[in-house]
């Protein structure tokens, strides 16, 4: 258990659906992320949270749309999704970088996304 | 980002040494060097990060070049439970997130 949790573990959804993707952390971090990873791909960083304020998009479509409520709470809704969107979805979190420290980030155990 | 260099895969016989190469050749003074692995099914979890000096963990233990264009991650004696994808990553405070590239594919058999 790393302290980092995500619902649901798996997810099956349609073309047409909207659903969202849940990330809670009760370590104290003020840094949250969301990474991909397809199929035999490395990871892909696709968003990046810093004290609830959203400081990375990297080139992610329209159809991903995160939401950081407050710094122990990170959602990724999703709509109108593709079968390539299929792909374990992980979360993490950690301390912001800052001068003289170099935090770690602790990962929840993802959601696996298939779209149909 | 300065990128890393790791082979694709090794393998390892159960209790014994196993020493994973990362190449860093374009590292920049203020670049950590980062190990990450992957378990089948779970999130990453962190392994160990150090600048210049080797560092010593309950997991591992990490070895930097003098010239820090090379580490090495080394375990000490390999179970099972350590067949994993690990992941060598360069980190520095101007980054906002780690970049995670293909990593080594370690198997362990008994």
């Known amino acids: 258990e790393t302290g980092v949790t995500q619902t649901p573990r798996h997810l099956v959804m349609g073309m047409t659906n909207k659903k969202s993707l849940k990330c809670e952390q009760h370590?104290?971090?003020?840094?949250m992320y969301w990474y991909k990873q397809s199929a035999k791909k490395p990871l892909e960083l696709m968003f990046v949270?810093?004290?609830?304020?959203?400081?990375e998009n990297n080139s992610v479509p329209s159809r991903f749309s995160p939401e950081c409520p407050n710094s122990s709470h990170l959602f990724l809704h999703l709509h109108t999704l593709q079968p390539e969107d299929s792909a374990l979805y992980l979360c993490?979190?950690?301390?912001?970088?800052?001068?003289?420290?170099?935090?770690?980030?602790?990962f929840g155990s993802g959601t696996q996304l298939s779209v149909l | 980002d300065a990128k890393t260099t790791q082979p694709n895969s090794m393998e390892s016989n159960e209790e014994e040494p196993v020493h994973l190469p990362c190449n860093h050749s374009?590292?920049?003074?203020?670049?950590?060097i980062h190990w990450y692995r992957q378990l089948p099914s779970q999130g990453p979890e962190y392994v160990i990060h150090?600048?210049?000096s080797n560092v010593n963990n309950r997991m591992a233990s990490l070895a930097i070049a003098e010239d820090r264009k090379s580490s090495t991650l080394i375990l000490h004696r390999a179970t099972l439970r350590d067949a994993a994808v690990y992941y060598c990553?360069?980190?520095?405070?101007?980054?906002?997130?780690?970049?995670f590239g293909k990593g080594t594919t370690l198997s362990v058999s008994s």
């Open positions: 150090g600048l210049t």
């Open positions: 949270y810093s004290l609830e304020e959203r400081v």
């Open positions: 374009t590292i920049s003074g203020t670049d950590y």
């Open positions: 370590l104290g971090h003020n840094a």
């Open positions: 990553i360069l980190f520095n405070q101007a980054g906002t997130a780690l970049i």
């Open positions: 993490a979190s950690s301390q912001p970088p800052s001068r003289g420290s170099n935090e770690k980030l602790f």
